[in-house]
């Protein structure tokens, strides 16, 4: 990457709206790459993947916004770690940054926003006083593996994505394929309801021991580190006659992960 460059940081959703513009006037793409924060280098390779994408002159965009409406009154959205002085050393470092994105919320505030029907709600409903009520969901891709546990997850995602492009503007979009069911519900959104926007998936980043990058890992006790390298998956698979995905979500300690790996069928 570059020489260390100094991102320019935006709060107000009309201002980075306005910056894509100018960037998109001056012959660049615009690529993003959306993120909670407390930065590592899965997400860096995420910007290079961004750079490399680009065919000609680029600025990338990286947001950094915990969304409560993808967390459930249940989960870890309170402990969710941070360290957005961190996060901009690191951005800065790749010289490949030109702006960081970093709404103080992306919802209308002041009204009395209702849960979906059937009573799953998220941390922004619980919390009250907002007047949110539009929701994207891709229905049958967000059942089952994660969406099975957590049933505003999706809901959450699609949604918040679906704002931070409208906001952001991009030409090019990158997520991790760590998140596997994240990255296939973005694609079907994006094509489903029109998106002039080209997503890419970039592969999962490891650690030295095997362990996909996540901010959540430092949650982790030494201990429960060594039993998630150590044990393995004895499931039979019956057959294999097309290209596949392996999910996993396990819980060590109060620590949820995610992982999964790609496989091929047999030529």
Known sequence: MAAAHEPEV???????????????AEGKAVAFVPTMGFLHDGHLSLISTAVAAAAGPVAVVVSIY???????PTEDLATYPSD????????????????VFC?????????????????????????GGHA???WIR???LEKGLCGSSRPVFFRGVATVVAKLFNIVEPDIAVFGKKDYQQWRVICRMVRDLDFAIEIIGSEIVREADGLAMSSRNVHLSCEEREKIVEQESLTPV?????????CVAAWFGKVRLIDNIEIQAPS
């Open 10 to 24: 935006i709060r107000d959703k009309a201002a980075m709206r306005a910056w894509s513009r100018r960037r998109r």
């Open 103 to 127: 709404p103080p919320d992306l919802y209308v505030r002041g009204g009395a926003g209702a849960g979906e029907s059937g009573g799953a709600v998220s941390c922004l409903e619980d919390a």
């Open 84 to 99: 957005f002085a961190g996060d901009l050393r690191k951005l800065a470092a790749t010289g490949a940054v030109a702006a």
């Open 66 to 72: 915990v969304n409560p409406s993808q967390f459930a």
């Open 138 to 140: 891709v229905e049958q």
């Open 238 to 246: 019956v057959r294999i006659d097309r290209p596949a995905v392996i």
């Open 132 to 134: 949110h009520e539009t």
